[in-house]
């Protein structure tokens, strides 16, 4: 299982009416095997792989 925390911040209050910047997270729990096993087979002494980022692909939102 992977986790991804997902951060999102709202200026509107602040930038309009000097209020708050509000921050909210959401956290995911994602299934991929195919990742887990990639990340736990690296390098074991002197190493180690980790996700450095994540892409947000949107996909073709005329269709609802």
């Known amino acids: 299982m992977i986790r991804i925390i997902v951060v999102t911040t709202d200026y509107g209050d602040a930038a309009n009416v ?3 910047v ?3 997270y959401r956290t995911f729990e ?6 887990e096993q990639y ?3 690296g ?3 002197y190493g180690g792989r ?5 892409e947000f692909t949107p ?3 005329s269709h609802g």
Not at 30 to 35: D, H, L, N, R
């Open 18 to 20: 000097g209020g708050p």
């Open 22 to 24: 509000h921050v909210d």
């Open 30 to 35: 994602v299934e991929a095997p195919e990742v």
């Open 39 to 41: 990340l736990n087979s």
């Open 43 to 45: 390098p074991k002494s």
């Open 50 to 54: 980790s996700i450095v980022g994540v």
């Open 59 to 61: 996909g073709d939102r």
